[in-house]
Nanobody, 126 residues
């Protein structure tokens, strides 16, 4: 397992959680990293991604509530989630794609990423 997510759990409506995607054998500075989520019965949905040089992209509906950031000390990429709603309930997964070229854009397309974590459950109660 090369990516491990943590920080999920049960939170009340309006609460916050901070997820972390840590790498054990990868140096995440050299990867574009994204967060996705999948709710029961729904397709996987992209949330945000960050290129190896720090440019970030968000799905429009996630802007303002979710923030992606790199933790260089911990070799991790975090996802801060605020103002959570019951519809945010899902399994949250991180994924990485080796940065072979310098680029300022990362796609929120799950097929583009080739290293995945196991996911962490986030449940928001009403």
């Amino acid at each position: 397992v090369q990516l491990v997510e943590s920080g999920g759990g049960l939170v009340q409506y309006g609460g916050s959680l901070r997820l972390s995607c840590a790498a054990s054998t990868l140096i995440l500075d050299h990867y574009h990293v994204a967060w996705f989520r999948q709710a029961p019965g729904k397709a996987r949905e992209g949330i945000a991604c960050m290129t190896s040089n720090g440019s970030s992209t968000y799905t429009d509906s996630m802007k303002g509530r979710f923030t992606i950031s790199r933790n260089y000390v911990k070799n991790a990429v975090d996802l801060q989630m605020n103002s959570l709603k019951p519809e945010d309930t899902a399994i949250y997964s991180c994924a990485a794609h080796a940065a072979r070229v310098l680029q300022s854009f990362c796609p929120l397309i799950d097929g583009w990423y080739d290293v995945w974590g196991q996911g962490t459950q986030v449940t928001v109660s009403s």
